[in-house]
């Protein structure tokens, strides 16, 4: 009874080194180690010997603290680890997850088992995946995760003994844009019918309230309450699984309220989600052909609605941090990618800066090409004025603006903006500024 080394000469000349493991009670199991080395060699044979000692060690470990979870270990070893992704991913339901089992089974011929799962094999997937044609580097690394956390999975619940992904490095990502809208993009599509009424409500209600489509899709009325008479959304998120509270503007509460008016002809029968969604890929068309109608030049997707929403914080002046909670992150580090999208707020407030009309010339250094800059128009060509859409927010504002301006008797400059209270203003910005003032 007891762990031991057992070598097997192979027809090569080399020994194989294999750790048979006996129990009087529970009976006996060998276990291949993977290593193996040539007697004529000593030096390395007496190396590969030392490794497979290693490995009898940690065997004899687990003998001595608990021997009946080391055979159930072996005899959850040999099932399929393909079998058991698919059994994992039937939980969720997540397309990325279906079509990361679809590419698994074309890398392996539909067949796992557990104790062929070591690093070799987790790089030999990586490098299938990093020359896959077919997929884009991206979703190569949504691929590469899914098969890491459930390797994970399958290490925690005693399928196999080592838990190697930290091993492997994991598929880099690459930057991609990301789209969002602008207040008058939203305001377009509110204004434009979309083939499906829920859907268009649903996507909206993820621009003011930047909750992703897996949570839309489980929002209950019951998640949806007061606290201290303000209207919230408590929910767990289905990606993270984290439990939030997610206040809801006043803007998504309008939404829900047509919602409500469209459950007799979504769900006569009554049902207690929110939004009665189709299926994933009717979603995608309905968004696709509703955008391309409002003028957009992308393809629509419904996560443009987080990026919309993050972005109309930041822009509004919202913190970080508060940003961050709304969504739902777990690290602000997430949240930091979308301030590189708000460049039209990171324009505004380096133009706050002083503008001098001369540059005093600095004793010793020699300053030729540029010696003075009074105005950005000195370096940069005019820009082209472009009127807003009548009807549109950004319009009202501009009239608002001009209002103002004649009630002030501003005259514009060369320029075309007004000058007030020692700035400069477009007839929008002195409208949003007054306002501010009152």
């Not at 829920?198 to 992703?212: D, E, M, S, Y």
Request: aromatic share 10%.
């Amino acid at each position: 009874m007891g762990v031991k080394i057992r070598e097997r000469k192979l027809s090569s000349g080399e020994v194989a080194f294999y750790i048979d493991v006996y129990h009087g009670e529970l009976g006996r199991f060998s276990v291949k180690t993977g290593i193996q080395g040539n007697p004529k060699n000593r030096k390395a044979f007496n190396t590969a010997k030392a490794s497979a000692e290693d490995k009898r060690r940690e065997f004899e470990k687990d003998f001595q603290a608990d021997v009946s979870l080391l055979f159930e270990r072996k005899e959850k070893s040999a099932g399929d680890f393909i079998e058991y992704l698919r059994v994992s991913i039937e939980k969720t339901q997540y397309s990325i997850e279906a079509n990361t089992l679809k590419k698994l089974i074309k890398f392996s011929g539909g067949v796992v088992p557990f104790d062929k799962l070591n690093k070799e094999w987790l790089e030999r997937f990586r490098a299938y995946l990093m020359n896959d044609e077919a997929i884009s580097q991206n979703t190569a690394n949504i691929y590469f995760r899914v098969v890491r956390k459930t390797i994970k999975q399958a290490w925690r619940t005693g399928f196999i003994k080592e838990d190697f992904t930290g091993k492997v490095s994991n598929v880099k990502r690459e930057d991609v844009q990301r789209h969002f809208l602008t207040a008058d993009d939203v305001e377009s599509l509110y204004n434009k019918p979309c083939s499906n009424k829920i859907v268009k409500q649903a996507f909206l209600f993820g621009c003011f309230t930047g909750l992703r489509l897996s949570d839309v899709e489980l929002l209950t009325w019951e998640k949806i309450s007061l606290v201290n008479g303000s209207p919230f959304i408590r929910f767990q998120q289905k990606k993270t699984g984290q439990y939030e509270e997610c206040p809801i503007p006043e803007q998504a509460v309008k939404i829900l309220m047509e919602v409500k008016k469209l459950h007799p002809e979504f769900a006569p029968d009554g049902d207690e989600r929110v939004f009665i969604l189709p299926d994933r890929t009717s979603i995608g068309k309905a968004l696709h052909a509703w955008g391309a109608d409002a003028g957009l030049n992308w393809d629509l997707h419904f996560h443009a609605s987080r990026h919309t929403m993050a972005t109309m914080m930041l822009s509004s002046g919202s913190d970080i941090y508060t940003v961050s909670k709304q969504l739902g992150h777990r690290d602000i580090s997430t949240t930091q990618k979308y301030c590189r999208l708000v460049d039209t707020k990171r324009v505004a407030e380096v133009n706050r800066l002083p503008v001098f009309t001369t540059l005093s010339k600095p004793q010793g250094v020699a300053i030729s090409l540029m010696t003075t800059i009074s105005r950005p128009e000195q370096i940069l060509p005019p820009e082209p004025v472009i009127a807003p859409k009548a009807g549109s927010i950004a319009a009202a504002l501009e009239a608002e603006g001009e209002a103002i301006a004649k009630a002030l008797r501003l005259k514009k400059n060369p320029a075309g903006r007004y000058l007030f209270d020692g700035r400069e203003y477009s007839g929008k910005e002195l409208a949003i500024a007054v306002s501010r003032d009152e």
